[in-house]
Nanobody
C-alpha cells in the first residue's frame, strides 16, 4: 500500500523560509528512484496546481511563480522528497501535497498547511 506523508508546514512570515518533507512507503526502492514525484498546492477557492516535481526522466519542473525561490530535492535511500521554500510570499499560502505517479496509479499525501503572514 503506497503512502505519502507530508510534514513541515506551519506559519511563517513573508520573506522567511520553510522546508517541507514527504516520506514514501509501500514503494520498492528501485521504483522510487525512477518515479515521478513532486509537490502540488491548493489555495482556498483555487484549483490544485503543480509547484515542483521530478519527472520520471529525472529532470525538474517548477511553476513560474516559485522559480528561483523554491527548490525540490530527494533522498532515494530514505524515500523522501523535500521542498525548500525561501523568500515566501502571502500568495504561497496553501495546503501543500506530495504526489507520485507510478504504473499502478497516482498517489497523494494528506497535505500540510503553509500559511504566510504579511
Amino acid at each position: 500500500q503506497v503512502q505519502l506523508v507530508e510534514s513541515g508546514g506551519g506559519l511563517v512570515q513573508a520573506g522567511g523560509s520553510l522546508r517541507l518533507s514527504c516520506v514514501a512507503s509501500g514503494i520498492p526502492g528501485i521504483m522510487f528512484r525512477i518515479a515521478a514525484i513532486g509537490w502540488y498546492r491548493q489555495a482556498p477557492g483555487k484549483q490544485r496546481e503543480l509547484v515542483a516535481e521530478f519527472t520520471s526522466g529525472g529532470t525538474t519542473n517548477y511553476a513560474d511563480a516559485v522559480k528561483g525561490r523554491f527548490a525540490i530535492s530527494r533522498d532515494n535511500a530514505k524515500k523522501m522528497v523535500y521542498l525548500q521554500m525561501n523568500s515566501v510570499k502571502p500568495e504561497d499560502t496553501a495546503v501543500y501535497y506530495c504526489n507520485t505517479r507510478l504504473p499502478t496509479g497516482s498517489y497523494w499525501g494528506q497535505g500540510t498547511q503553509v500559511t504566510v503572514s504579511s
